[in-house]
């Protein structure tokens, strides 16, 4: 569990064995995803599933939603109480009995949005 708590990155079962193996070298792969699986279901640990990612782990369990860079793939919390405002208090939608909502949100990040304009503006010099 240290090793996922030290992770602000949402790190997937190899990036956690391999953190894990610094300290204990005969841990197996298998033997992680055992365990953050069990984490999961007692609530100390929370899996998010990126559509055609790997599943990534998440040691924050109290309510958030994610923003992932559709570049670099980096995921990150944030807070929007304007969303858990708007499901406040409803028990229901349609034939389904609401338990969470998690919303995770495309975006370019800072650090992707910068390498993209100096790929235009190297692009652009190439050019002229």
Do not use: W
């Not at 999961?40 to 994610?66: F, I, M, S, W």
């Not at 998690?102 to 100096?118: F, G, T, V």
């Amino acid at each position: 569990m240290g090793a996922l708590l030290a992770s602000e990155s949402h790190p997937s079962t190899d990036e956690i064995c391999t953190a894990v193996r610094r300290r204990n070298p005969h841990v197996s792969l298998a033997t992680v995803h055992r365990i953050l699986e069990q984490f999961c279901e007692v609530g100390e640990a929370r899996k998010v599933t990126l559509l055609h990612d790997a599943a990534r782990y998440d040691g924050n369990v109290e309510p958030h939603h994610h923003v992932v860079c559709i570049r670099c793939r980096r995921l990150h919390d944030i807070e929007i109480p304007e969303v858990d405002k708007l499901l406040e208090g409803t028990p229901s939608l349609g034939q389904f009995t609401l338990l969470r909502c998690s919303l995770e949100i495309e975006a370019l990040c800072r650090r992707c949005q910068l390498a993209e304009k100096r790929m235009q503006a190297k692009h652009r010099t190439t050019s002229i």
